[in-house]
């Protein structure tokens, strides 16, 4: 083989081997740029996912915080409804008098058990007829009072409080929710 040939020959293996070269190259470019968007496209997904799921907490989070708040201001609205409504019944008290003081002093007072009383306090529109139902005992006119007496025996063993505002008290918590629902426009 001459020289020529030899020559000839290694120049084309050379373009063979940079042929060879070459496409491996080219296969290796290829697999690592779609392995490079295959993983790309996964981490989009990923992130896609993740970022569904943090919106998704925060939306909840939110609506959860503005439920509460929300919750919260209509508590106040309606311990503020609930004190006026109170205060406009104590201011009622005094007109359930208006209409037969004498029979609704006597009427409350008869709830009393007949013990010997030491003291009684009544509204000073009452006192004389409390002196003549409480005889022996104190008579104390009370401008609080919108009707009704309030008593102490001899011995101190025995207080009873059978005023109009002291009824209010014991029935306001199961008269307040059926104001509220009346005002709500709604029954229970």
Not at 86 to 110: I, M, T, Y
């Amino acid at each position: 083989m001459g020289r020529r040939e030899l020559l000839e020959a290694l120049h084309r293996e050379g373009r063979e081997t940079m042929a060879a070269i070459s496409g491996r190259s080219a296969a290796e470019e290829e697999r690592l740029r779609t392995g490079s968007e295959e993983r790309r496209e996964k981490l989009r997904r990923e992130h896609e996912q993740q970022r569904d799921l943090l919106c998704s907490v925060l939306q909840r989070t939110l609506r959860s915080r503005a439920a509460r708040e929300a919750a919260l201001i209509r508590l106040r609205a309606e311990h503020a409804l609930s004190l006026r409504l109170h205060e406009l019944a104590r201011l009622c008290l005094k007109q359930l008098r208006r209409d037969g003081p004498e029979q609704l002093f006597r009427a409350l007072a008869a709830e009393l058990p007949a013990v010997p009383w030491h003291t009684a306090w009544t509204t000073p529109g009452d006192a004389v007829l409390a002196s003549g139902h409480f005889p022996g005992a104190s008579i104390i006119p009370d401008e609080a009072l919108s009707g009704g007496v309030k008593a102490v025996t001899v011995d101190d063993s025995l207080t009873v409080d059978n005023t109009l505002e002291a009824r209010l008290e014991r029935l306001w918590p199961d008269l307040l929710p059926h104001l509220m629902a009346e005002l709500r426009g709604r029954q229970l």
